[in-house]
């Protein structure tokens, strides 16, 4: 069964830093473009970062210095390290393959940035 577990969101106040984590299973993961997205109340999802099977990554602008996404091949997990993170960065977060699969959505981990 192929599933995403991701993990490691909280409250936190403006400025301060968050790393999530994100296990996969049941997917061939070292072969895999892995991505974070996020979605805040009322907006459509968005691409935050993405990390390819050679390390190459992509960040969107709006995270661009802030935040640096990265894997562990030996433990299927790929994370996301947040920085000086921003009221505007509150969301549900979530990972799934670069592009994304449907079938994978899983439940994300919300990330609470206070002024």
């Known amino acids: 069964q192929v599933q995403l577990v991701e993990s490691g969101g909280g409250l936190v106040q403006a400025g301060g830093s968050l790393r999530l984590s994100c296990a996969a299973s049941g997917i061939i993961f070292r072969f895999a473009t892995m991505g974070w997205y996020r979605q805040a109340p009322g907006k459509q999802r968005e691409l935050v970062a993405s990390i390819t099977i050679g390390g190459s990554l992509d960040y969107a602008d709006f995270v661009k210095g802030r935040f640096t996404i990265s894997r562990d091949n030996a433990k299927n997990t790929v994370y996301l390290q947040m920085n000086s993170l921003k009221p505007e960065d509150t969301a549900l977060y979530y990972c799934?393959?670069?592009?994304?699969?449907?079938?994978?959505w899983g439940q994300g981990t919300q990330v609470t940035v206070s002024s």
């Open positions: 799934n393959l670069n592009p994304a699969r449907t079938s994978l």
